[in-house]
């Protein structure tokens, strides 16, 4: 069965139903929208159950679709992706299920844009094809764009058309960079192709390989978004409906520092080993941080902190990255999905007080404890969580990335431990300007989270402590792909640390009379 195809045009085949269904029966369109969100997270479950962490690219599907010019149909999943497309549709599927009682109008039109989106998304993580790949980059901005230009704030048409500007002038730059690979790679070989496989093996000269690493860097910079490419991001955020910031920032963000890990270190290992690269890019990080943070602590509005606190947990994750050892690289993964958890659920619960105050303004509120308390509580939790408490998910994935800044450079550390700090301090002072002290006439009467938000929040409540409590399945998901990514920038790495290499046979247990 091609379980790839399944999983990716689940969302499709919803959508066409969804277009059957008159404008006029509300109610059913919402059942098909969430029913085929839940069902596009249901066909991911044998991925789960049948991979193989031992070996590499599983579930391949290959077939012709441009010959003319090498463009094939062509998708397969490792750890890295496995854990990036089972995170889309689990936090698709919660978004669309969130939307529920918030959006009343237009609904034929926006859940169709969702699952559009969902589309693009997944193809992304799912293509070994590079060509492919950037049909499915680009296809996201469609739906992300009408989301927020139809069901956003106020200053919707400026924060969309800023989102698509921003994005599609980074995509440009990244096309010219695999239209160079793939020139180069049939010039040399005679064989114009996409295929990501062979394309690995392209050798550029060293200017030429500085350039395209900087064309693909300014591509998924813009979309993580990397300090001072990250303006678009708070527009975007704060206009956006709760579920596309919910997508936005758990998902469309990851589609930055995945392209850093499934493109640019292994096509670029010499330029992205590259000392004065690294020095760069770190720098660009750590600005990010602590930049970040600072302006996350002058906010007035809920989701402008929430945005920009998004600036500064990507810092960490892009930090990692460039860390270039198992723990940076593992950790940034890790906490990708953490920042999906935690930031997904402050922007969800974000929503849960402009539905019944339609105000974001941190000034607006306190006390909501006391009318509120099941809120507060998941809003504690959730803060915490996003500020690297243990025993919660946050933790695990900053102490990783922590620990392989400081291999590397004990500045980098520095940073990362500041920004840690600064990081409870903008989200402890939220919790306390928002759910303790005096409780105003106006949040006297504000109802508590009901069973539909519970149905929403729970599910990633349980992931927060899950991660934070047993992280050892996804380390040995990512132990694989990540000894490959590191093998490939630094060869030799893990002999010279004596660290067990991953992609090595065990060794052989001797016998108990030997020893």
């Given at each position: 069965?091609?379980?790839?195809?399944?999983?990716?045009?689940?969302?499709?085949?919803?959508?066409?139903v969804?277009?059957?269904?008159?404008?006029?029966?509300?109610?059913?369109?919402?059942?098909?929208a969430?029913?085929?969100?839940?069902l596009?997270?249901?066909v991911t479950?044998?991925?789960?159950s049948?991979?193989d962490?031992?070996?590499d690219?599983?579930?391949i599907?290959?077939?012709?679709?441009?010959?003319?010019?090498?463009?094939?149909?062509h998708?397969g999943?490792?750890?890295?992706?496995?854990?990036m497309v089972?995170?889309?549709?689990?936090?698709?599927?919660?978004?669309i299920?969130?939307?529920?009682?918030?959006?009343?109008?237009?609904?034929?039109?926006?859940?169709?844009?969702?699952?559009?989106?969902?589309?693009?998304?997944?193809?992304?993580?799912l293509?070994?094809?590079?060509f492919?790949?950037?049909?499915?980059?680009?296809?996201t901005?469609?739906?992300?764009?009408?989301?927020?230009?139809?069901?956003?704030g106020p200053?919707?048409s400026?924060?969309?058309?800023k989102?698509?500007i921003?994005?599609?002038v980074?995509?440009?730059?990244?096309?010219?960079?695999?239209?160079?690979l793939?020139?180069?790679?049939?010039?040399?070989?005679?064989?114009?192709?996409?295929?990501?496989?062979?394309?690995?093996?392209?050798?550029?000269?060293?200017?030429?390989?500085?350039?395209?690493?900087?064309?693909l860097?300014?591509g998924?910079?813009v979309?993580?978004?990397?300090?001072?490419?990250?303006?678009?991001?708070?527009?975007?955020?704060?206009?956006a409906?709760?579920?596309?910031?919910?997508?936005l920032?758990?998902?469309?963000?990851?589609?930055?520092?995945?392209?850093?890990?499934r493109?640019?270190?292994p096509?670029?290992?010499?330029t992205?080993?590259?000392?004065?690269?690294?020095?760069?890019?770190?720098?660009?990080?750590?600005?990010a941080?602590?930049y970040?943070?600072?302006?996350?602590l002058?906010?007035?509005?809920?989701?402008?902190?929430?945005?920009?606190?998004?600036?500064?947990?990507?810092?960490?994750c892009?930090?990692?990255?460039?860390?270039?050892?198992?723990a940076?690289?593992?950790?940034?993964i890790?906490?990708?999905?953490?920042h999906?958890?935690?930031t997904?659920?402050?922007?969800?619960l974000?929503g849960?007080?402009y539905?019944?105050?339609?105000t974001?303004?941190i000034?607006?509120?306190?006390?909501?404890?006391?009318?509120?308390?099941?809120?507060?509580?998941?809003?504690?939790?959730?803060?915490?969580?996003s500020?690297?408490?243990?025993?919660?998910?946050?933790?695990?994935?900053?102490?990783?990335?922590?620990?392989?800044?400081y291999?590397e450079?004990?500045?980098?550390?520095?940073?990362c431990?500041?920004g840690?700090?600064?990081?409870?301090?903008?989200?402890?002072?939220l919790?306390?300007?928002?759910?303790?002290?005096?409780?105003?006439?106006?949040?006297a009467?504000?109802?508590?989270?009901?069973?539909r938000?519970?149905?929403?929040?729970?599910?990633?409540?349980?992931?927060?402590?899950a991660?934070?409590?047993?992280?050892k399945?996804y380390f040995?998901i990512?132990?694989?792909?990540?000894?490959?990514?590191v093998?490939?920038?630094?060869?030799?790495?893990?002999e010279?640390?004596?660290?067990?290499n991953?992609?090595?046979?065990a060794?052989?247990?001797?016998?108990?009379?030997?020893?």
């Amino acid at each position: 069965m091609p379980l790839l195809s399944l999983v990716l045009f689940t969302p499709l085949a919803g959508l066409l139903v969804l277009l059957a269904v008159p404008s006029s029966r509300s109610r059913l369109l919402k059942l098909v929208a969430n029913g085929t969100a839940l069902l596009g997270l249901l066909v991911t479950f044998p991925l789960l159950s049948g991979f193989d962490r031992s070996r590499d690219f599983q579930f391949i599907e290959r077939a012709p679709w441009i010959p003319s010019f090498g463009a094939e149909y062509h998708l397969g999943i490792d750890g890295l992706a496995l854990l990036m497309v089972v995170m889309t549709a689990a936090v698709g599927f919660l978004a669309i299920f969130s939307s529920w009682p918030a959006i009343q109008h237009r609904l034929k039109e926006y859940y169709a844009w969702f699952l559009l989106q969902q589309v693009g998304m997944l193809g992304v993580f799912l293509a070994r094809d590079f060509f492919l790949f950037f049909v499915f980059w680009e296809l996201t901005l469609v739906p992300m764009y009408f989301i927020i230009a139809i069901w956003g704030g106020p200053r919707r048409s400026y924060a969309a058309i800023k989102f698509v500007i921003y994005t599609l002038v980074g995509s440009m730059l990244m096309l010219l960079g695999i239209l160079t690979l793939y020139a180069i790679h049939g010039q040399e070989t005679g064989v114009y192709t996409f295929a990501i496989d062979e394309l690995t093996g392209t050798t550029l000269a060293p200017h030429i390989a500085w350039w395209v690493f900087w064309a693909l860097f300014i591509g998924f910079a813009v979309k993580v978004p990397m300090w001072p490419f990250h303006t678009w991001l708070p527009d975007a955020h704060v206009e956006a409906p709760t579920a596309g910031s919910v997508v936005l920032a758990s998902i469309l963000l990851k589609m930055g520092t995945y392209g850093f890990l499934r493109f640019s270190l292994p096509l670029l290992p010499e330029t992205s080993a590259n000392p004065r690269v690294i020095w760069i890019i770190s720098a660009l990080s750590i600005v990010a941080i602590i930049y970040g943070a600072l302006v996350s602590l002058m906010q007035k509005d809920m989701k402008k902190l929430v945005a920009y606190s998004s600036v500064s947990h990507m810092g960490f994750c892009t930090l990692g990255i460039f860390a270039l050892n198992p723990a940076g690289v593992s950790g940034s993964i890790l906490q990708q999905i953490n920042h999906a958890v935690s930031t997904g659920l402050l922007f969800l619960l974000v929503g849960v007080v402009y539905e019944r105050r339609h105000t974001r303004e941190i000034a607006e509120y306190g006390g909501l404890l006391k009318v509120m308390p099941a809120f507060s509580f998941v809003f504690l939790i959730t803060a915490l969580s996003s500020m690297g408490m243990p025993p919660l998910n946050g933790f695990i994935g900053e102490l990783t990335i922590l620990q392989g800044a400081y291999k590397e450079n004990f500045w980098w550390a520095f940073a990362c431990v500041v920004g840690i700090a600064l990081g409870a301090a903008y989200l402890l002072w939220l919790f306390q300007r928002t759910s303790l002290g005096e409780l105003s006439e106006k949040n006297a009467a504000l109802p508590d989270l009901s069973w539909r938000e519970w149905a929403v929040l729970g599910p990633m409540l349980l992931f927060v402590f899950a991660i934070g409590l047993w992280p050892k399945p996804y380390f040995d998901i990512l132990d694989r792909p990540v000894a490959k990514i590191v093998e490939r920038v630094r060869p030799g790495y893990y002999e010279a640390n004596k660290i067990p290499n991953p992609l090595l046979p065990a060794p052989a247990s001797t016998p108990r009379a030997a020893r």
